[in-house]
């Protein structure tokens, strides 16, 4: 397999996984839904979880990709940035394949902390939290730690809940729910 083969098997096993779940695909389905023969797929991956790590890792660059730029499109200020990933969420949930976030499931999936795709999807996180905590800390936040660790609570709230009640509807109120605290972390600015 040519390396742009191989990227295009992570690409649509990345698709098949977030689609149907990671335990739910078996290679045989894999095989099918991508084209590409077992005997392809072992070439370039030993097992089934290093090629779930290579499409966690192109989830991981192709969602951070787009919604941080979102966010800079949205807003100019660390503040409305704070607050414009939730406007990103809401287009990100009125897509028609949103099925939620991969790394929750991956999580779920793989709960044992110290297996490598349970740790791969924390990392996720944890870039996350260190991006809205920096955020926070930028925008002068007394307690800019405490500001993203609740701005990230929120954001996954708000995936878990448009999932399950099948709505866009709990960006908005994430948003929402962001604002008072945005607004409590930089009270002391005002005084």
Not at 35 to 58: N, Q
Not at 114 to 141: D, F, S, V
Request: aromatic residues 8%.
């Amino acid at each position: 397999m040519r390396p742009n083969k191989k990227d295009e098997l992570v690409s649509k096993a990345l698709e098949v996984f977030y689609r149907d779940g990671f335990h739910a695909t078996g290679m045989d389905k894999l095989v099918v839904e991508t084209g590409v023969s077992k005997t392809s797929m072992y070439k370039h991956f030993r097992t089934k979880d290093d090629l779930i790590l290579a499409a966690l890792e192109l989830r991981d660059r192709n969602f951070r990709e787009w919604f941080l730029n979102r966010v800079a499109e949205m807003a100019d200020t660390p503040e409305g940035q704070l607050i414009a990933g939730f406007d990103a969420l809401a287009e990100w949930f009125e897509e028609d394949n949103y099925r939620g976030c991969m790394f929750i499931k991956a999580c779920s999936e793989f709960q044992e902390a110290e297996h490598p795709i349970h740790q791969q999807a924390a990392r996720h996180k944890q870039i996350l939290l260190e991006h809205l905590t920096g955020l926070a800390k930028t925008a002068g936040a007394k307690d800019p730690d405490c500001l993203g660790s609740q701005m990230l609570l929120l954001k996954e709230g708000a995936i878990v809940s448009s999932v399950l009640i099948n709505s866009g509807a709990p960006a908005r109120d994430a948003k929402a729910a962001a604002r008072v605290l945005l607004d409590q972390a930089l009270e002391h600015q005002a005084a």
